[in-house]
Antibody, heavy 117, light 109 residues
Framework: EVQLVQSGAEVKKPGESLKISCKGS????????IAWVRQMPGKGLEWMGI????????RYSPSFQGQVTISADKSINTAYLQWNSLEASDTAMYYC??????????WGQGTLVTVSS | QSALTQPASVSGSPGQSITISCTGT?????????VSWYQQHPGKAPKLMIY???KRPSGVSNRFSGSKSGNTASLTISGLQTEDEGDYYC?????????FGGGTKLSVL
């Protein structure tokens, strides 16, 4: 069974750093792109960026370029989304998704990030 | 690049058919056959319903169908059921980027 399991909910203060994870199993992790998608409270889905774990080729949406860092470690089938300095506006649910040809077949359960002083 | 345009809400009665539109531009929907549709129920992760504009993943009901004309893609749900209620998002490859629509809330009355 294909699974993407994300790390647990986080509560952080503004200015703090954070790295959340997405671990794949049940398929060849290095052969599927992993996308990160943001969903702010009560809002729609936003594409943040995507990484190919096989060679770490990474593409960012212009809206998120420079705001976050996407990385992956294919040796442990895990992708990451990282912030250096969180803001309150980063409060959202973050999903990872396994994608091929711009089609995301598999989704993680989501990681809720809350940033509050 | 702006989000794709979807109606905020649509509604229908059980057994009826509805169509959700997704309007982009010649730089995204109009140029690529990589339009997908996702269903999301409250508190749940999105689920792929249609990919490459018209294809259905295994396990998705054949009541769901997709189409595209020019810069507009559409999702049609026939024989509406109460379980179809939820939010629907279109998504299109845009040449180096990927865009979501703003989402459409489907109510089955």
């Amino acid at each position: 069974e294909v699974q993407l399991v994300q790390s647990g909910a986080e509560v952080k203060k503004p200015g703090e750093s954070l790295k959340i994870s997405c671990k794949g199993s049940g398929y060849s992790f290095k052969d599927y792109w992993i996308a990160w998608v943001r969903q702010m409270p009560g809002k729609g889905l936003e594409w943040m960026g995507i990484i190919y774990p096989g060679d770490s080729d990474t593409r960012y949406s212009p809206s998120f370029q420079g705001q976050v860092t996407i990385s992956a470690d294919k040796s442990i089938n895990t992708a990451y989304l990282q912030w250096n300095s969180l803001e309150a506006s980063d409060t959202a649910m973050y999903y990872c998704a396994g994608c091929k040809d711009a089609t995301c077949d598999y989704w993680g359960q989501g990681t809720l990030v809350t940033v509050s002083s | 690049q702006s989000a794709l345009t979807q109606p905020a809400s649509v509604s229908g009665s059980p057994g009826q058919s509805i169509t959700i539109s997704c309007t982009g531009t010649s730089s995204d929907v109009g140029s690529f056959n990589f339009v997908s549709w996702y269903q999301q129920h409250p508190g749940k992760a999105p689920k792929l319903m249609i990919y490459e504009g018209i294809k259905r993943p295994s396990g998705v009901s054949n009541r769901f169908s997709g189409s595209k004309s020019g810069n507009t893609a559409s999702l049609t749900i026939s024989g509406l059921q109460t379980e179809d209620e939820g939010d629907y998002y279109c998504c299109s490859y845009a040449g180096g980027n990927t865009l979501f629509g703003g989402g459409t809330k489907l109510s089955v009355l």
